[in-house]
């Protein structure tokens, strides 16, 4: 079946440093990739997505590019801020899968001033 | 536009009790989504409703119900609580069943003792 692996955090890192957040998938078929963003006490919200392959996804200075080669849709932002602490979550939706959404775990990120 | 609300904010039961989750939005959207969110394993689907009068079973349905009493509300209900379930609970809607991007509410933090 389906299924979304994301490394595991939390990830610790002082403002204005570079993220990477990886994720990997297994999918039947051709699924759109997501990126979600959980802020503290808040809901999911998408932060971006990409539906096909090559397609690069962002949003915020955020950044995530779907690798059909190696199932991979990490996340990255070159210079992060305070205000990124949050718990952020890959995602995968196919048709195969009956258009339902697949999360991975989530990774929570820290951001020190 | 509230978006998706979902009330209570924060419940304790005691294990054998009832309760049911409210969920709303006002979206229009037709699709409506019960997850449940545990440490280490990402969300999970309890039950989905495509369109208003329909309802399935996701991944994880055993000891829930749920009804979709029109197209705005979307309800799960716990009919003997156990400690297991103890968990936050996210509502969420897409416009139809295939649409890619869903919203989410704030959830519902339960405790079961």
């Known amino acids: 079946g389906n299924s979304v692996t994301q490394m595991e955090g939390p990830v610790t890192l002082s403002e204005e440093a570079f993220l990477t957040i990886n994720c990997t998938y297994t999918a039947t078929g051709y699924p759109s990739l997501f990126w979600y963003v959980q802020y503290p006490g808040e809901g999911l919200q998408l932060l971006l997505k990409a539906t096909k392959a090559d397609d690069k996804g962002s949003n915020k200075g955020f950044e995530a590019t779907y690798r059909k080669e190696t199932t991979s849709f990490h996340l990255e932002k070159g210079s992060v801020q305070v205000s990124d602490s949050a718990v952020y979550f890959c995602?995968?939706?196919?048709?195969?899968?009956?258009?339902?959404?697949?999360f991975g775990a989530g990774t929570r990120l820290f951001v020190k001033a | 536009n509230a978006g998706v609300t979902q009330t209570p904010k924060f419940q304790v039961l005691k294990t054998g009790q009832s309760m049911t989750l409210q969920c709303a939005q006002d979206m229009n959207h037709n699709s409506m989504y019960w997850y449940r969110q545990d440490p280490g394993m990402g969300l999970r689907l309890i039950y989905y409703?495509?369109?208003?009068?329909?309802?399935d079973k996701g991944e994880v349905p055993n000891g829930y119900n749920v009804s979709r009493l029109n197209k705005r509300e979307f309800s799960l209900r716990l009919e003997s609580a156990a400690p297991s379930q103890t968990s936050v609970y996210f509502c969420a809607s897409t416009q139809v069943r295939t649409q890619e991007t869903q919203y989410f509410g704030p959830g519902t933090r339960l405790l079961v003792l």
């Open positions: 995602a995968l939706r196919s048709g195969t899968g009956g258009f339902k959404t697949i």
């Open positions: 409703s495509a369109s208003e009068g329909t309802t």
